[in-house]
Nanobody
Framework: QVQLVESGGGLAQPGGSLRLSCVASGSTFRPRRMGWHRQAPGKQRELVASITSVGSTNYADSVKGRFTISRDNDQNTVYLQMDSLTPEDTAVYYC????????????WGQGTQVTVSS
């Protein structure tokens, strides 16, 4: 059973930065894609960013130019560097991993809260 453990959430001021990390354990395969989704209060869950095993990235329009996703395949870790944060980025952020035989996320982390407020 694959487990995803996130860290790095917390409180940031508008214009500030946070870095999220997610470590995957328990898998016998390399996920074809890892990523981050988020869900704000009263809103649907949305994809923030994803990265394939060969480094191809995808970002939501709302975070392009501000967030950067990266991945360390040897450590089974994915990172999300979040800069120029705004209150609209406040949400629970979930790490995801997609098995090689799937096209949608197969595994989800427990979520980490990110709050952007002055």
């Amino acid at each position: 059973q694959v487990q995803l453990v996130e860290s790095g959430g917390g409180l940031a001021q508008p214009g500030g930065s946070l870095r999220l990390s997610c470590v995957a354990s328990g898998s016998t395969f390399r996920p074809r894609r890892m990523g981050w989704h988020r869900q704000a209060p009263g809103k649907q869950r949305e994809l923030v960013a994803s990265i394939t095993s060969v480094g191809s990235t995808n970002y939501a329009d709302s975070v392009k130019g501000r967030f950067t996703i990266s991945r360390d395949n040897d450590q089974n870790t994915v990172y999300l560097q979040m800069d120029s944060l705004t209150p609209e980025d406040t949400a629970v952020y979930y790490c995801t991993a997609t098995a090689p035989w799937r096209t949608e996320p197969s595994y989800w982390g427990q979520g980490t809260q990110v709050t952007v407020s002055s």
